[in-house]
């Protein structure tokens, strides 16, 4: 059994208002702890599959020693959306019934800008590369970068699209072996030092219970028919990115020389 990683679940209790800047429409949403929460809605054109990689790739940074915000599923009534003027988030909200994701919202964070890269260490920057490197993420590049920075610090946020090959027909099968050439067009690449030097200490950290554990949170609602299988796909898949040698630091590496 994979060591236990318990994600809290709160309730929505009011829909405060839609952040549009991407494309998958989350909602800051307030919940029965009193918290506000950035909501990943299950319902979105994304589908399910958004949410399991924004839980199995946060709780890896996590794991990894990257910061994210905490994250928790989020179980909503769609009555929620009855006060929404806006159909759109209506039909979002009511096609999202029952536990979605959810970040804890980081008040006053601005957005990271490479032109100004604060809060970002050579190493930091060499360890997100990795991470994204290792979970295929695309979605970390200069113009959409989903990176904040919030007293000081670099905070990851926006996993939905990391993983992206769990959309392929085949998976997993030689999806782990497969290159990631889009790691070239990653925000911090320019900032990062040699990505070996962060690669040992960094897959010491995911170990196999790691894995285990980021997989296991996932609610069954996201998967498919046969949840245990689909978990044990995610694992083998990670398992194989993350055995030696890393093929995909190596790759990163390369494309970090090729900026240089
Ligand atoms: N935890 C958070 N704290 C503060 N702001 C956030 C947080 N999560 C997201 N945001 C803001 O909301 C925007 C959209 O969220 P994001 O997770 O990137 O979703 P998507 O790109 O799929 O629409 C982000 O670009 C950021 O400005
Ligand atoms: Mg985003």
């Known amino acids: 059994m994979p060591a236990a990683l318990t994600l809290r679940t709160v309730r929505a209790t009011r ?3 839609p952040l549009r800047e991407g494309g998958s429409m989350p909602g800051l949403v307030e919940a029965d702890d009193d918290g506000l929460y950035v909501v990943k809605f299950r319902g979105a054109g ?9 839980v199995v790739a946060g709780e890896l940074a996590r794991a990894a020693g990257l910061r994210v915000p905490e ?9 929620i959306a009855a006060a929404e003027p806006d159909p759109e988030i209506q039909e979002l909200v009511q096609g999202s019934g029952g536990l979605n994701a959810a970040l804890d919202f980081l008040p006053g964070a601005l957005p990271f800008t ?25 979605d970390r590049t200069p113009r959409n970068p989903n990176m904040l920075v919030w007293h000081g610090n670099l905070w990851l946020i926006d996993h939905g699209a990391a993983l992206y090959r769990h959309h392929a027909a085949a998976w997993p099968e030689g999806a782990a072996a497969a290159p990631f050439p889009q790691i070239a067009d990653h925000a911090l690449l320019p900032f990062a030092d040699p990505i070996d030097r962060v690669d040992a200490a960094l897959a010491g950290r995911l170990t196999p219970e790691a894995v285990g554990a980021a997989v296991a949170a996932v609610p ?37 020389r090729g900026r240089a």
């Open 114 to 138: 490479p032109a100004a890269p604060a809060g970002v260490s050579a190493h930091v920057a060499a360890a997100v590369v990795w991470f994204d490197a290792l979970v295929a993420n695309v």
């Open 15 to 17: 829909y405060v208002l």
């Open 220 to 256: 069954d609602l996201w998967l498919g028919r046969d949840p245990p299988a689909e978990r044990d796909a995610y694992v083998t898949y990670l398992q194989e990115r993350l055995a030696a040698p890393r093929a995909f630091a190596a790759e990163a590496e390369e494309a970090r």
């Open 71 to 79: 994250i928790v599923l989020m179980d909503v009534d769609p009555v």
């Open 46 to 54: 994304q589908g399910p599959k958004a949410l399991v990689a924004e």
